[in-house]
């Protein structure tokens, strides 16, 4: 038996990467899971085969999380394929990418982080958990600097989490947790490879600084156990980066 048997979890932003690892590691623990991506459906359905072949349940759907269309599309697909919406992970950010909108950053890691919350909230049940990811360069950006090319992306994510906590009384009147996982760079992330791309180097003195980085599967792997972890609602779980706590008040 898993610890989430005859549950559904959404994992935005799960065609690749940290949130393909953690759709995956939810399923192998009976999640029914919603595979979120916004272009790449063959990514998104290669995860998919990938947990029905290991017999689990899951399903890709296609959704644009700065629309709020793609918002409600991505809630309501919990409730049609599988009936409940127990977990919702929120995993997919950005801003980094080339040819986008000037305010994209602060449209998908702030707003769309919290209209996906207001979408699904009212679909979930007691008990419920969400889970927001971001990073120590945007969780400490107010104490800690980061690298410039980074600083606009981190402030986003920053604004983000204070807008997701900000929810945390609403939350807890619907008996619905929330828990931060905030993690140092992660090693072949889409994000650490174009940080070192605009700032050769910059992923090799992190690892110097830090002695370790995550491996995205290391890394999923925590944000994947906080989806039944027993703690308290606005919980902050950190991976790596201890020297972060040295050097800010948190």
Same mark, same amino acid.
């Given at each position: 038996? @898993? ?12 065609? &690749?990467?940290?949130? #393909? ?16 991506? &916004?272009?790449? #459906? ?13 017999? @689990? ?5 296609? #959704?644009?999380?700065?629309? %709020?269309?793609g918002v409600q599309a991505l809630a309501s697909a919990a409730m049609e394929n599988f009936g409940s919406l127990d977990v919702l992970v929120l995993n997919a950010s950005g801003g980094m990418e080339s040819g986008m909108e000037e305010d994209y950053a602060l ?47 981190? &402030? ?6 204070? #807008?997701? &906590? ?19 760079? %992660? ?15 910059? %992923?090799e003195a992190r690892r110097a600084e830090a002695g370790k980085l995550y491996s995205v599967e290391e890394f999923a792997a925590v944000v994947a156990s906080m989806a039944t972890a027993d703690v308290e609602s606005g919980h902050t779980e950190y991976a790596g ?10």
């Amino acid at each position: 038996m @898993g610890q989430l048997d005859n549950k559904t979890a959404i994992v935005t932003g799960s065609s &690749r990467g940290i949130g #393909a690892e953690v759709a995956k590691i939810l399923a192998g623990e009976g999640a029914a899971v919603v595979v979120n991506y &916004r272009q790449k #459906a063959p990514r998104a359905n290669k995860v998919v085969a990938g947990i029905e072949a290991d017999g @689990g349940r899951a399903v890709a759907v296609g #959704a644009d999380l700065t629309s %709020i269309e793609g918002v409600q599309a991505l809630a309501s697909a919990a409730m049609e394929n599988f009936g409940s919406l127990d977990v919702l992970v929120l995993n997919a950010s950005g801003g980094m990418e080339s040819g986008m909108e000037e305010d994209y950053a602060l449209k998908l890691n702030r707003d769309a982080q919290v209209n996906m919350l207001n979408a699904a909230a009212p679909l979930m049940k007691e008990g419920s958990r969400v889970v927001f990811v971001t990073s120590h360069q945007a969780h400490f950006i107010n104490s800690v600097p980061t690298m410039p090319e980074y600083e606009p992306v981190a &402030r986003s994510k920053r604004a983000g989490e204070d #807008a997701l &906590r900000e929810l945390l009384p609403n939350l807890a009147d619907k008996g619905i947790s929330l828990v931060v996982v905030s993690g140092d760079m %992660i090693e072949g992330t889409v994000t650490a490879t174009l940080l070192d791309r605009s700032n050769p180097g910059a %992923i090799e003195a992190r690892r110097a600084e830090a002695g370790k980085l995550y491996s995205v599967e290391e890394f999923a792997a925590v944000v994947a156990s906080m989806a039944t972890a027993d703690v308290e609602s606005g919980h902050t779980e950190y991976a790596g980066g201890s020297d972060y706590f040295g050097k800010s008040a948190g």
